[in-house]
């Protein structure tokens, strides 16, 4: 099964979910439905899947392979979008404790 059919089944599942999340770093903050850790993790899969000059792929080449632009754009940012913080919990945002998946 595909990294995407995963994911879109996950999604149908999880339902509109609803996130608010900052950069611990420089406090920019996001607002975004669905399940963003599963996408996160996912597009963090595709950037790194088969690069053999050793470099990301792009977020048009992630966009092209069918994540999300809101996701993708997320990897645009300076800092390292793991490391995001659940708003309300204070907990990283891809932690169980924030609600997260990992």
Same mark, same amino acid.
């Given at each position: 099964? !595909?990294? +995407?059919?995963?994911? /879109?089944?996950? @999604?149908? @599942? ?5 996130? !608010? ?17 599963? %996408?996160? %993790?996912?597009?963090? !899969? ?5 690069? %053999?000059?050793? /470099?990301?792929?792009?977020?048009? +080449? %992630?966009? +092209?392979?069918?994540?999300?632009? /809101?996701?993708?754009?997320?990897? /645009? !940012? ?18 169980? +404790? ?5």
């Amino acid at each position: 099964m !595909h990294v +995407e059919s995963q994911v /879109e089944k996950l @999604q149908k @599942q999880v339902g509109k979910a609803a996130w !608010h999340f900052r950069c611990p770093e420089c406090g920019q903050e996001w607002r975004m439905g669905g399940d963003v850790p599963l %996408l996160v %993790l996912a597009a963090e !899969h595709q950037r790194w899947m088969r690069r %053999l000059d050793g /470099e990301p792929r792009s977020t048009e +080449e %992630l966009v +092209e392979r069918g994540c999300p632009v /809101e996701i993708a754009r997320l990897f /645009e !940012h300076e800092h390292d979008v793991t490391t995001f913080v659940d708003v309300k919990s204070g907990q990283p945002f891809m932690d169980r +404790e924030a609600g997260g998946i990992l």
